[in-house]
């Protein structure tokens, strides 16, 4: 269980937008200095990373939430609804970046996943973020190599691959049955070829 549990923290939601920003610098064709590569990481980061998780720690000492993996349903709408305006909020200031426009596609697609996710809790269906966010990440790279014509497979691979093992972890922790998880990471593919379809 140790093990599992490792890996659903290394591969929490949160992390996931820094991990495929900083993948996408390393093989993308274009040309990034350092200090627009730093700029961007670490705008992601405070608002991927560090302005959720000072609301989750506000939403427990408020006794909204009762933990942090928000295992009910109820306790996931706050933070869902929160995640969406981020992500959608930093979705429309890089679009303005001619060069980020790419990255904004993946923040557009995030908003939307986590959209979808949020009115399924109004039918019951907890999804799985986890895979959600590996669901996008995974997408991004296909639709990047249908863009700019060239192979991404090696991330893709990677991708798959911590999908595989985040599935694992969260199926044994029993966290989410086999629907949440595959349901989890199918929007997050889909979403991200949506948005580029409607933009």
Same mark, same amino acid.
């Given at each position: 269980?140790?093990?599992?549990?490792?890996?659903?923290?290394?591969?929490?939601?949160?992390?996931?937008?820094?991990?495929?920003?900083?993948?996408?610098?390393?093989?993308?064709?274009?040309?990034?200095?350092?200090?627009?590569?730093?700029?961007?990481?670490?705008?992601?980061?405070?608002?991927?990373?560090?302005?959720?998780?000072?609301?989750?720690?506000?939403?427990?000492?408020?006794?909204?939430?009762?933990?942090? *993996?928000?295992?009910?349903?109820?306790? *996931? *709408?706050?933070?869902? !609804?929160?995640?969406?305006?981020?992500?959608?909020?930093?979705?429309?200031?890089?679009?303005?970046?001619?060069?980020?426009?790419?990255?904004?596609? !993946?923040?557009?697609?995030?908003?939307?996943?986590?959209?979808?996710?949020?009115?399924?809790?109004?039918?019951?269906?907890?999804?799985?973020?986890?895979?959600?966010?590996?669901?996008?990440?995974?997408?991004?790279?296909?639709?990047?190599?249908?863009?700019?014509?060239? =192979?991404?497979?090696?991330?893709?691979?990677?991708? !798959?691959?911590? +999908?595989?093992?985040?599935?694992? +972890?969260?199926?044994?922790?029993?966290?989410?049955?086999? *629907?949440?998880?595959?349901?989890?990471?199918?929007?997050?593919?889909? =979403?991200?070829?949506?948005?580029?379809?409607?933009?």
């Amino acid at each position: 269980m140790r093990f599992q549990k490792v890996i659903s923290t290394i591969l929490h939601p949160i992390v996931i937008p820094t991990i495929g920003v900083m993948l996408y610098f390393l093989v993308s064709p274009l040309n990034f200095n350092r200090i627009q590569k730093f700029a961007v990481l670490l705008l992601i980061f405070i608002f991927t990373y560090i302005v959720p998780l000072l609301a989750l720690l506000l939403l427990k000492k408020l006794n909204i939430i009762q933990s942090f *993996r928000l295992k009910k349903i109820n306790e *996931r *709408r706050i933070p869902l !609804l929160l995640m969406i305006f981020i992500f959608y909020g930093i979705a429309n200031g890089i679009s303005y970046l001619k060069a980020f426009q790419d990255i904004s596609l !993946l923040f557009y697609a995030t908003s939307l996943g986590l959209l979808i996710t949020y009115i399924l809790l109004f039918v019951k269906i907890k999804t799985s973020i986890h895979l959600l966010s590996l669901g996008i990440s995974c997408g991004f790279f296909m639709l990047l190599t249908i863009i700019d014509n060239q =192979s991404y497979l090696l991330v893709i691979v990677i991708n !798959l691959l911590m +999908a595989g093992f985040l599935a694992s +972890a969260r199926l044994k922790l029993k966290m989410h049955t086999n *629907r949440e998880v595959y349901l989890g990471f199918l929007i997050g593919v889909l =979403s991200i070829f949506s948005i580029y379809a409607m933009l």
